[in-house]
């Protein structure tokens, strides 16, 4: 894919941002990249804008505000960014445990990368980046709980594009042909000003 090669789909979108969710491993930031360079928009790890806000890692975060002041941290940086236009975010894997995180994400258009947790559980495994919330005993077990929680969250995106390990590329490109069947279509104005009738029962055209 060339820089804005899908440039009507992305006038389409007249600027809404693109939400990616899904769980750790899934692929957002990957996937995300080639997105936003198909469609001419900039790309945003919303993980690394909160490292940088923060001035420390996540899991130096998770070690000394636990859980909760990570997602409220989280919760801030998701309002900054929907405030901006013309976005591909690739947001944390718990960003749906919050409502508040809805209400800026549903401003635009959210799509889960869904993948089954065999492929999930081979990619952390390969992956070296430390992921607090991944630091069990039994990784399986953990992956799995936190999939049967969230996985009822996930689905309430816009868009759903399952994956079987295919590369990000093609990944980005099962969300570029999906994306037109979910763009809401803006009401067209009328072709005729609309006519009215007054109290007298006199017809007149309104002002549109």
Same mark, same amino acid.
Request: proline residues 8%; charged residues 20%.
């Given at each position: ?8 789909? /992305? ?11 899904? !769980? ?38 998770? /070690? ?69 919330? !991944? ?30 390990? /295919? ?20 009401? /067209? ?20």
């Amino acid at each position: 894919m060339t820089a804005a090669s899908h440039a009507s789909l /992305a006038r389409r979108l007249e600027g809404l941002n693109l939400y990616l969710v899904g !769980m750790m491993g899934t692929g957002k930031s990957a996937v995300g990249r080639p997105l936003a360079e198909a469609l001419g928009y900039r790309f945003v790890d919303a993980d690394a804008v909160l490292e940088q806000a923060a001035g420390r890692t996540i899991p130096e975060i998770f /070690a000394s505000d636990g859980e909760e002041g990570f997602r409220a941290l989280e919760t801030a940086v998701l309002g900054q960014i929907s405030s901006w236009h013309s976005l591909v975010v690739a947001t944390g894997g718990g960003v749906v445990t919050r409502p508040e995180n809805w209400g800026h994400m549903q401003q635009g258009v959210v799509v889960w990368l869904e993948a089954p947790a065999a492929l999930l559980l081979e990619r952390l495994q390969a992956d070296p980046t430390p992921r607090p919330l !991944m630091a069990a005993s039994d990784p399986r077990a953990r992956l799995e709980a936190l999939l049967a929680e969230r996985s009822p969250l996930y689905s309430q995106a816009d868009l759903t594009i399952s994956q079987d390990g /295919a590369p990000p590329a093609a990944v980005a490109e099962q969300v570029l042909e999906a994306l037109p069947s979910v763009i809401r279509s803006r009401p /067209a104005p009328p072709a005729q000003p609309a006519v009215l009738q007054n109290d007298e029962g006199q017809f007149t055209q309104s002002l549109n």
